[in-house]
């Protein structure tokens, strides 16, 4: 059970989040469910966007530094003992008793039609997506100010320091009033988190 109540499935995406969710808005701004057409980048305070490529790069450099693996560490180590994870696997763990209560076990039964009988029940009965949202509620939102955030803002400005850094090195092509506010990128590659 542990991990089907995650995430959702096994490529952490919000199995069976309807359209108009809080589940499907995190899986479309973390890349999921756009029809595999590019997101546009977030609008950055005073009005300007984030330069696609700049962005790319920036989440490119967290995930190598496995920034993302640590914050997936970090919150999974901590979900099995909040009450929303434990309210959710109960609730699945009763749904499953009762829903095999009706069947009668027998040599021949198909237990691998059985199980994806299960599976498209508890999806239909919207229970995970509530309690995923209830998990993410006690388990990810209070990280993301005080663990999180400093996280990513330190590796971004070390990040466009590097690459400040080689671009004054070399010969510049860009004037001077093109060069990225680090302020300005911060905020606009914490959305994409």
Known sequence: M?????????????????PGSAAAARRRAAGGGGGGRPRAPPPLPGGGAAEPELV???????????????????????????????NLRQRVDNFVSNHLATHTWSPH?????????????????????????????????????????????????EFLATLNHKEEAGPSTAPSEEKTDTSVTVQGILPFL
Do not use: W
């Open 56 to 86: 790319s790069m920036i989440v490119n450099h967290l995930k190598s530094q496995g920034l993302f693996d640590q914050f997936r560490r970090d919150c999974l180590a901590d979900v099995d003992t909040k009450p929303a994870y434990q």
């Open 2 to 18: 542990a991990a089907s109540a995650g995430r959702g499935g096994p490529r952490g995406g919000a199995v069976g989040a309807r």
């Open 109 to 157: 039964l198909n237990k691998n039609q059985l199980r994806n009988n299960i599976r498209q029940q508890v999806l239909k009965s919207g229970m995970l997506e509530s309690g995923i949202d209830r998990i993410i509620s006690q388990v990810v939102d209070p990280k993301i100010n005080h663990t999180f955030r400093p996280q990513v803002e330190k590796a971004v400005h």
